[in-house]
């Protein structure tokens, strides 16, 4: 089925619109968002993701729009896979909190942008060569197991130092200070640029990387071009403010790349099948087709629900995923004390303090070898919870 050249249009219109509105009302003024802004916003772009299911629909059948909605689930599991390496890089350049949503917006932007030429120039493969599908099923494979690998080895990647950081670093002269959310500053009577602008080249690198990865993913679900940019488009949208909803809580997400190995596995051996269900290949079955089965829409869709669904409760309710609730509970309990105001209100003082104590209880529970495990820096914990417990003191004797 042809995608009318109207609908391409109304479509692009739209998503520009989105990224136009998300700029002038939420990043042009810099500000941390709330947890209700960031929740709202994520549910109104969820939702429209998912109406945008239903428009595919009615104009262009059930097939494009079970293949949509696959696409967008993936898509959406890599881009939250993706937040984490995001959450390192502006650790490592310590970005200001206020200014991070101007970061987040442009790697949105740019990886839309190198995502759409990866897809034009993917689709223009796989019409010109059918053994294009091969090399998307090894690239598949080969990344599922590399994910495997890391979570395995338990290595450390330096994400914010990758080769067009160490390019821009050291081609570029940067300033050591942030100047708000500019790029550029004045130091010593000469224009230089801030670490802001580093941070996004590191951004728009990785965007790079993770679009080699993600694009063979969802044309192994689908081969129309207008699905695979509108499920890619709608899933890096709201990206910026999930980050904020659930900044907290992608450390808890442990077996996430366990399970996004295993998608991306089960989508390269669905690529691998479908190539030799057209193969032309010479040196394979003489360059005639291999009759082998092929996996439809609906059991792809099945199954990637399926995966997400058990590596999410799995996460959360194992012994490690219970352990990381309450030792990060427990810090973030001690932070809000520490941040409240002088002239906080005594309801909301122990409410907090209560909060604490009742953590610590349940760490105090936890194994010694769990907590050694998961604590990162225990004298950092111990200093964010003694000082915690002394501004409390404090503010009982005054």
């Not at 609908?7 to 002038?24: K, N």
């Not at 942008?113 to 796989?126: L, P």
């Not at 450390?156 to 081609?171: G, H, L, T």
């Amino acid at each position: 089925m042809e995608i009318p050249l109207i609908q391409w249009v109304v479509t692009l219109a739209l998503i520009l619109g989105l990224l136009a509105y998300d700029f002038f009302f939420h990043v042009r003024k810099a500000h941390e968002p709330t947890i209700k802004e960031a929740a709202v916003w994520s549910a109104v772009y969820v939702g429209l993701a998912l109406l945008f299911g239903l428009v595919i629909l009615v104009f262009d059948g059930g097939q494009f729009a079970a293949e949509y909605y696959g696409g967008y689930i993936t898509e959406k599991a890599l881009s939250v896979d993706n937040l984490f390496v995001f959450l390192i890089i502006m650790a490592s350049f310590q970005v200001p909190r206020a200014d991070q949503q101007k970061v987040l917006l442009f790697g949105i932007i740019f990886a839309l942008i190198a995502r759409t030429v990866f897809i034009f120039v993917g689709a223009a493969a796989i019409n010109a060569w059918a053994w294009v599908f091969y090399l998307f099923g090894l690239v598949l494979l080969l990344t599922a197991g590399n994910l495997i690998k890391g979570e395995v080895g338990g290595g450390e990647k330096d994400e914010a130092n990758n080769v067009v950081v160490r390019i821009a670093k050291r081609f570029m002269h940067t300033s050591e200070n942030y100047d708000g959310d500019r790029l550029f500053t004045t130091e010593n009577g000469k224009k230089v640029m801030t670490p802001m602008l580093l941070v996004m080249v590191a951004i728009g690198g990785t965007d790079i990387l993770f679009a080699l990865d993600s694009i063979p993913a969802i044309f192994g679900l689908t081969q129309e071009t207008y699905i695979v940019f509108t499920a890619t488009a709608f899933s890096l949208m709201g990206l910026r403010q999930l980050y904020f909803l659930i900044d907290g809580l992608l450390d808890r997400l442990i077996y996430l790349s366990w399970g996004l190995s295993v998608i991306l596995a089960f989508i390269g051996v669905k690529l691998i099948l479908h190539a030799l269900h057209e193969n032309n290949l010479p040196f394979i079955n003489d360059g005639q087709p291999v009759h082998v089965i092929e996996v439809g829409i609906g059991m792809s869709l099945g199954v990637i629900i399926g995966i997400l669904v058990v590596t999410v409760l799995a996460s959360l309710l194992s012994p490690k995923g219970r352990a990381l609730r309450v030792i990060g509970g427990t810090e973030k309990a001690a932070n809000e004390y520490l941040d409240l105001p002088e002239d906080a209100p005594e309801e909301k003082r122990t409410e907090l303090h209560d909060r604490l104590t009742d953590y610590q209880q349940k760490l105090a529970a936890l194994p010694e070898s769990r907590k050694d495990q998961l604590i990162e820096s225990e004298s950092r914990f111990r200093d964010v919870l003694n000082r915690a417990h002394g501004k409390h003191q404090e503010h009982l004797g005054s």
